[in-house]
């Protein structure tokens, strides 16, 4: 029998600064660019709980991150800490952790920084249960910090409980009948949910499916899959239907790779002075192109990403005829990409720029 435990670190990067610095413990922190007193030009990485009930939270800009700081300060609670990332930090611990975690089942597939995923193919549900609990309690006592666990019969559903009782929660959905009449136990933990749960419907697909009633899983468990192939296209509709019967079928990829190598950055000020622009961006792909070659890989794609002053976003991605390594061949390409944003071709508006990006993406061995 095939068991899933996603692990997933309680907000990671704020949880260890708020282990290494024992004079802000239980304060609100956030991980993130420097605010810059309210002025500050990029995003929250990280917020620790306590944060996030001033509505500061992962991908908010952090100049209104310090807005609602202040705003909690003005009502007589503690103001946020604020503390720029160390990645190199948090990537040691990662991995320690991941190292244990990794010789707890049978297969282990990183997937990010703070969140991974456990196959266990010897042990019954309780046998999971006692190793999540394992896991657990090493994190806790080794690191003095806390994860939560899922522990589901796919990926999916192990990813989805690991989300329900956080921070140090564990959460088992029992299945040996998945996608079958009898799956009650799935069901049940999936019908209250919302569509927006389940892995591939964001923010555009859930306002379809609510026009068509579907706002649950239980609502949308109720469409054929003829309705939502129509509505969401062949392959998201036949995803979101599968789903929505805890269907998952992909696998625990023990030799997971990085896909891509990116680097961006956001500028101190909007701009579209185009020498400032053309030169970060040219060191961004020198910084890229070194990184695929030190992981000693060679790209097939190269793509950019252009975010506006409004927050606008636009991706760009562009095939190359052979798989390269070469920071010319990166540095031409996506220049090509990104010239039409400093013109009236892809910004007809004429809006300043407020972050770019290089991505190197369908990375191989060239062989």
């Known amino acids: 029998m095939r068991i899933i435990l996603h692990i997933d670190m309680d907000a990671f990067f704020a949880s260890v600064e708020e282990r290494d610095h024992p004079r802000i413990k239980g304060l609100p922190i956030v991980v993130g660019s420097d605010p810059a007193g309210g002025k500050g030009r990029g995003v929250v990485s990280t917020a620790n709980y306590v944060a996030r009930e001033y509505g500061i939270k992962s991908a908010l800009p952090i100049s209104r991150a310090w807005q609602l700081s202040q705003q909690a300060k003005k009502d007589g609670k503690p103001e946020a800490v604020f503390f720029e990332p160390n990645i ?110 389940l892995w591939g419907i964001g923010p555009k697909t859930g306002a379809v499916l609510k026009e068509l009633g579907a706002e649950t899983v239980k609502q949308l468990r109720q469409l054929t899959k003829a309705e939502l192939m129509e509505q969401l296209g062949k392959k998201s509709g036949a995803s979101a239907y599968s789903h929505a019967r805890g269907i998952d079928n992909s696998q625990v990829e023990t030799d997971r790779e990085a896909k891509s ?3 961006e950055t956001t500028f101190d000020k909007d701009t579209l002075d185009a020498p400032t622009i053309l030169a970060t961006f040219k060191g961004l792909a020198k910084e890229v192109a070194r990184s695929v070659q030190k992981e000693k890989k060679k790209f097939k794609t190269v793509g950019i990403v252009v975010r506006f002053s409004d927050f606008e976003t636009k991706n760009r991605s562009h095939a190359l005829e052979e798989s390269s390594d070469d920071r010319d061949v990166l540095e031409t390409e996506s220049l090509k990409l990104l010239l039409p944003f400093l013109d009236s071709r892809e910004n007809p508006k004429r809006k300043k720029i407020r972050l770019v990006g290089v991505r190197a993406e369908k990375l191989n061995t060239g062989a």
């Open 261 to 263: 190598i990116s680097s």
């Open 88 to 197: 190199r930090k948090y990537a040691g611990i990662s991995q320690e952790i991941f190292q244990y975690i990794a010789k707890q089942g049978e297969l282990f597939e990183p997937a990010s920084i703070d969140e991974c995923y456990l196959e266990l193919q010897k042990e019954s549900w309780a046998g999971a249960e006692k190793v999540a609990r394992r896991i657990q309690d090493y994190v806790t006592k080794k690191f003095q910090l806390s994860c939560s666990v899922g522990v589901g019969p796919n990926k999916l559903i192990a990813k989805i409980a690991a989300g329900t009782r956080k921070p140090h929660g564990l959460t088992v959905v029992r299945s040996n009948f998945l996608g079958s009449a009898q799956d009650k136990e799935v069901r049940d933990f999936l019908d209250p949910l919302s569509v927006r749960e």
